[in-house]
């Protein structure tokens, strides 16, 4: 897919909360519909914190567009993105906008999302076709990334070296590898089983403040004026 067509653009990190998320969901949630604030709730009730998908310097943005689509459809709510020799670029289109249900972390080096995983306790697993894993195994990994490579060059040396190991996608035909958001959303499908609804509790307000944040327009200025509110009636009470 070309870069320069209307439907793509670069993708965005997401932000730190302008303000505690506490505060965001009590001035924000009450903006939903009660059908639409539900809805929340369930999807966030299966969103999985054990499980984070790495792009390694994906060049094409139809296909990085459709993972981020399987990790959002799969419950994945972390994704990491190294830019390769381009920025990394989507499709709106392809992803039909669930980027912006997920937490995205933008890295210019493999180095920082090893550092960054592994001090979490995360075990890097890379994509190969002479994995060590098989597939069905990446659901026991108590907390997994993950990495699937560029289209042509495949996964970078620096997640090769500091991976803990590696894994295969089973094949049955004369066709020796996949598309690298078909073999993403094989993946993310099987190491998701049984994990959904692990992310902690905190994780889950912050993400919840964010979605509010994003759902609701002028969501930031609401905020600001339910926050002024608040501590005018401390003031009053404390007199």
Known sequence: MRRNLPEVAEIEASQELPFPPELIIEALSPLLTPARLKRFREVLAKRIGSLIPVLDGLSDPHNGAAVLRSAEAFGCQEVHIVHG?????????????????????????????????????????IADMQGEA???ELSAIPKLAVVFGNEHGGISPIFRIHAHGSFRIPMAGFVESLNVSVAAAITLFVASQGRHGDLDEASQKRV?????????????AIVRKHMSAKQDEESIGQS
């Open 85 to 125: 020799k381009l920025p990394f670029a989507y499709s709106s289109h392809v992803s039909r906008h669930t980027e912006r249900w997920l937490d995205v972390h933008i890295h210019t080096r493999a180095e920082e999302v090893v550092h960054l995983l592994t001090q979490r306790g995360f075990a890097l697993f």
């Open 134 to 136: 098989e597939l069905k």
């Open 208 to 220: 919840l403040a964010r979605w509010l944040l994003r759902q609701i327009q002028n969501s930031e």
